[in-house]
């Protein structure tokens, strides 16, 4: 007979915890993927290292309320990075 991996929760107790936890993790990597995509775009845009953008936004928190600011991301650029 093969050996699986464990089936069985140690503490069955704590499975839906464990649920909660691992979709918060898939959230949280979703998110910080839409954070780099739209760095990425913004220093195409800018003509500038993806890293700066990265550094300046901090978490996707800041994307979002420019979003809901509905701020211009060509404006922004200009406030931002000046050249």
């Known amino acids: 007979m093969m050996k699986q ?4 929760i140690a503490f069955p107790e704590f499975q839906e915890a464990n649920l909660v936890f691992t979709e918060a993790i898939a959230v949280l990597t979703m998110q910080e993927d839409i954070l780099l995509l739209t760095a990425g775009r913004i220093a195409e845009q800018a003509n500038r290292p993806q890293s700066d953008i990265v550094k300046y936004f901090g978490s996707l928190d800041t994307l979002l309320a420019m ?13 931002n990075f000046r050249k």
Not at 5 to 8: E, F, I, M
Not at 67 to 79: A, F, I, P, S, T
């Open 5 to 8: 991996g464990p089936s069985k």
């Open 67 to 79: 979003y809901h600011q509905q701020r211009n991301v060509e404006q922004w650029l200009k406030d």
